[in-house]
């Protein structure tokens, strides 16, 4: 369904990671385009010849039942959230569909604008 090729595909597991990334296409000039949970099947988020951060490998999470928080990281889709909620008998306020994108859902309210507009 979508046809878009990147030049180069980062697949990173950690924050510093990213960070390199992002520098790495900011100082090669590259359009940047980020791939979270993967959900947006129309893939307006990716571009063509440039540089893509893919952060499916950054999918931690934990629950404190404590706290009644979660803290996750952007590569987690919801099904994988929602199971581990549920053990502590909590719900997650996010859509239904369980291979949506944690990140991408609460970034951008599960309705993600085309690369020209992220910053």
């Given at each position: 369904m979508?046809?878009?090729?990147?030049?180069?595909?980062?697949?990173?597991?950690?924050?510093?990671?990213?960070?390199?990334?992002?520098?790495?296409?900011?100082?090669?000039?590259?359009?940047?385009?980020?791939?979270?949970?993967?959900?947006?099947?129309?893939?307006?988020?990716?571009?063509?010849?440039?540089?893509?951060i893919d952060l499916s490998r950054m999918n931690s999470f934990r629950v404190d039942p404590t706290t009644e928080t979660a803290r996750v990281e952007l590569g987690v889709v919801l099904g994988e959230l929602a199971r581990e909620t549920h053990a502590f008998g909590f719900e997650t306020p996010l859509e239904s569909n369980s291979t949506s994108g944690v990140g991408g859902l609460t970034l951008g309210g599960g309705s993600v604008g085309s690369p020209e507009r992220m910053e």
């Open positions: 979508v046809d878009k090729h990147p030049a180069v595909i980062v697949q990173c597991a950690s924050t510093a990671e990213v960070i390199s990334a992002v520098k790495f296409g900011n100082e090669h000039d590259a359009p940047i385009s980020v791939h979270g949970g993967g959900h947006n099947v129309v893939g307006r988020i990716a571009g063509d010849d440039g540089l893509m």
